[in-house]
């Protein structure tokens, strides 16, 4: 803990992590205090999309940010492999969002159009199609199911295998990782950061915090905000089964071992250690009713999780004015950004600057606007 750091990352689940490997990439001398497994990691309970659909709806600079992620995914997982040798199953042929019953048909019809017309947003060719046309992509649809949006930039990945490729690709570039390392303060002087920790002190010439909802407690100390609005989710494995599912759904999605994911809750908990069964129940029937071939299956492992999310569900990226080569990075996607953050987040850092057009639409100085706005009667 003696030593000084180019950079210090607070935070080692997929953000800090993604974030640390790309400036390990970059040459730079990098450590990661991370409070290690007792952490509620949403790094370890998500749904592993690489979900480009419906990102952006009230905020256009999302839209093209979620897509540029995308479409660099398949550059990070041929990266991560050639380094570490692990595979993280990337599949990206498109996904579906499925509806049941017309009533479901007519809103998703509604948010596809809005989405289309948003002024600003990039063009990702999400459409609606109809049940007879989704059920040639995919044959064992129910018939309940009345049709949904498709967008072929959709896709998914191992989200386990992707956490330990970079963690194994950290050490490769000779990343400092510190488990157990919760930091409780944080100063500057002498242009340098001293982070307090339970083991000691860390210096660095900059430090970048990606420690998910404590970023809000984080933050303040460097002169940045991290409004944050955490909610839970929970999810439902069954047994292995055959291949039967060729694209992921945002609530379905068949692993490359062959089990089934279904995930589609949130909730105003911040409790992972319990499940609520009648929400598990819920989303096991709709998941049936969409492949009524699911019946079948035994369920072998349901948890739950506590989702990163700042307020208004939008990610955020912010530098400090108060505090220069000080960075505060939040967002609830931290699968479909990983490239993103790998590759663009971490060559700012390391340039000493987040460009503009990217300050510009994710800083935190947005919720004062909102909330200058509101209190003047003006939306």
């Not at 999400?126 to 498709?150: H, N, Q, T, Y």
């Not at 950004?337 to 790998?342: I, P, Q, R």
Request: glycine share 10%.
């Amino acid at each position: 803990m003696s030593k000084e750091y180019d950079v210090a990352v607070v935070g080692g689940g997929l953000l800090g992590s993604a974030i640390a490997w790309g400036l390990g990439r970059l040459g730079k001398k990098v450590a990661v205090l991370d409070e290690g497994d007792i952490a509620k990691r949403a790094s370890r309970a998500n749904f592993a999309l690489v979900w480009v659909q419906s990102k952006g709806l009230g905020m256009p600079a999302y839209t093209g940010w979620t897509m540029r992620a995308s479409e660099n995914w398949g550059r990070l997982a041929t990266e991560l492999k050639d380094q570490t040798g692990l595979d993280v199953a990337l599949q990206q042929n498109g996904g579906f969002h499925l509806t049941l019953g017309e009533d479901e048909f007519a809103q998703r019809t509604q948010l596809v159009t809005r989405m289309h017309n948003q002024v600003g947003a990039a063009d990702y060719r999400m459409e609606m199609l109809s049940a007879s046309e989704v059920k040639k992509m995919l044959p064992l649809i129910g018939p309940d199911v009345s049709g949904g949006s498709f967008c072929p930039l959709d896709g998914h990945v191992n989200s386990l295998r992707t956490f330990r490729a970079f963690h194994t690709g950290l050490k490769l570039f000779g990343v400092d990782y510190f488990p157990e390392r919760p930091v409780s303060a944080i100063a500057r002087s002498g242009g340098e950061f001293r982070l307090s920790t339970p083991q000691g002190e860390l210096r660095a010439s900059k430090v970048v915090l990606s420690a998910g909802n404590a970023n809000q407690s984080l933050a303040p100390m460097v002169g940045l905000s991290a409004p944050m609005g955490p909610t839970r989710g929970q999810i439902v494995v069954t047994e292995r089964t055959m291949p039967f599912l060729p694209h992921p759904l945002t609530t379905i999605r068949q692993t490359d071992e062959g089990t089934v994911m279904i995930g589609d809750s949130k909730e105003d908990q911040l409790d992972d250690r319990t499940l609520n069964h009648s929400v598990s129940a819920v989303m096991a029937d709709r998941a049936q009713r969409m492949f009524p071939h699911l019946a079948r299956l035994n369920v072998i492992r349901t948890w739950s999780g506590i989702r990163v999310m700042p307020q208004d569900g939008f990610p955020i990226y912010d530098q400090s004015e108060r505090e220069p080569g000080a960075f505060v990075t939040c967002c609830h996607s931290g699968v479909t950004l990983a490239s993103n953050h790998a590759f663009d987040i971490a060559r700012m850092v390391a340039a000493g600057a987040l460009e503009p057009e990217l300050v510009g639409a994710f800083s935190a100085r947005r919720f004062d606007a909102n909330q200058a706005a509101a209190g003047s009667g003006y939306y």
